[in-house]
Nanobody
């Protein structure tokens, strides 16, 4: 099993900053892509940012220039630095990772995992 745990959410004022982190653990052989998604009540979950194992990044237009995604491969951790936050950024943020997990000598299996989510609230 591969588990993801997010942390760093909270309440901030408009224009403020927050840093999110997501650590993957378990019988990981390799992690390919990692990303952040967010969801508000009544809306579908949307992509915020992704990063490949090689460091290539992709951002939603709504956060481009304000958010930065990064990863530490040695720690199996992905980060999201959020600056100049706006009320419309309020959502539950979810971490995602995909890759291959070890099957204890029986081979490898592809996985896709989600974290439990962390609440980000931007309000004055």
């Amino acid at each position: 099993q591969v588990q993801l745990v997010e942390s760093g959410g909270g309440l901030v004022q408009p224009g403020g900053s927050l840093s999110l982190s997501c650590a993957a653990s378990g019988n990981i052989f390799s992690i390919n892509g990692m990303g952040w998604y967010r969801q508000t009540p009544g809306k579908q979950r949307e992509l915020v940012a992704t990063i490949s194992s090689g460091g290539s990044t992709n951002y939603a237009d709504s956060v481009k220039g304000r958010f930065t995604i990064s990863r530490d491969n040695a720690k199996n951790t992905v980060y999201l630095q959020m600056n100049n936050l706006k009320p419309e950024d309020t959502a539950v943020y979810y971490c995602n990772a995909n890759g291959e997990m070890s099957m204890y000598g029986l081979g490898r299996r592809r996985f896709g995992s989600w974290g439990q989510g962390t609440q980000v609230t931007v309000s004055s």
